[in-house]
């Protein structure tokens, strides 16, 4: 059973342009979290995706970042027209449903973001 | 003001000493809180899950405690190895006005096992 997947792992952009990270998660879970990574802080919540639905985006700036866990294929996070203030390690995690009683998180490898 | 907080930031133990990493937040109405290890330029591994309605877990060498009343979580490592050098943070997931509340990682505690 492979694990949370995240693509690419590096990611290098020029100021202005668009990045768009992916993240499969495991066999069986309908749930999927982003989180960021500043350089030298800690790990923030972004969003907090089912299928087709976003059901908590209380972390995502209100600008530029959006996010889709579409009901075919990975979950996207994009940002639009990106700054250096955008270079991060971004991370995505998935857990299994309401149904199975648990939301035991587990984690990809991140995508490193560095806006040039 | 920081909602999830960890004690110590850093700690330098021998190896085979036995740790207490604490994990200490505002809101104790909790949903779970979560305990991760993560190596320098890694993903988070997950090690323990403990549920509102429980009070502790414990897989091999580790057992985490929830002590809702107090709003703390401990994470006790037995016999420690080099191998367990990492930085170890916590999660908690706070019931909000809806079923799912606010996820809120502390800062972690930097572990340095020394052989």
């Known amino acids: 059973n492979a694990g949370v997947m995240q693509n690419p792992r590096h990611l290098v952009r020029r100021r202005g342009q668009e990045a768009r990270l992916r993240c499969s998660p495991m066999?069986?879970?309908?749930?999927v979290y982003w989180y960021r990574q500043l350089p030298e802080e800690g790990l923030k919540f972004m969003v907090y995706?089912?299928?087709?639905?976003?059901?908590?985006e209380s972390g995502m700036p209100k600008e530029r970042f959006s996010a889709e866990f579409p009901k075919e294929g990975p979950s996207i996070l994009r940002i639009q027209q990106v700054v250096r203030g955008d270079s991060a390690a971004y991370f995505c995690?998935?857990?299994?449903?309401?149904?199975?009683?648990?939301?035991?998180?587990?984690f990809g490898p991140g995508t490193r973001l560095t806006v040039t | 003001k920081q909602e999830v907080t960890q004690i110590p930031a850093a700690l330098s133990v021998p190896e085979g000493e036995n740790l207490v990493l604490n994990c200490s937040f505002t809101?104790?109405?909790?949903?779970?809180l979560q305990w991760f290890r993560q190596d320098p330029g890694k993903g988070l591994t997950s090690l323990l899950l403990i549920q509102s309605s429980q009070r502790e877990q414990t897989s091999g060498r580790l057992n985490a405690s929830l002590d809702k009343s107090s709003g703390r979580s401990t994470l006790y490592i037995a016999a420690s190895q080099p191998g367990d050098s990492a930085t170890y943070l916590c999660?908690?997931?706070?019931?909000?006005?809806?079923?799912?509340?606010?996820?809120?990682f502390g800062q972690g505690t930097i572990l340095t096992v020394h052989p």
């Open positions: 809101d104790s109405a909790i949903y779970n």
């Open positions: 995706l089912q299928k087709e639905n976003i059901i908590d």
């Open positions: 995690a998935s857990s299994p449903g309401l149904s199975t009683g648990s939301h035991e998180q587990y």
């Open positions: 999660l908690r997931w706070a019931r909000g006005g809806t079923s799912y509340g606010k996820l809120t």
């Open positions: 066999k069986g879970h309908s749930h």
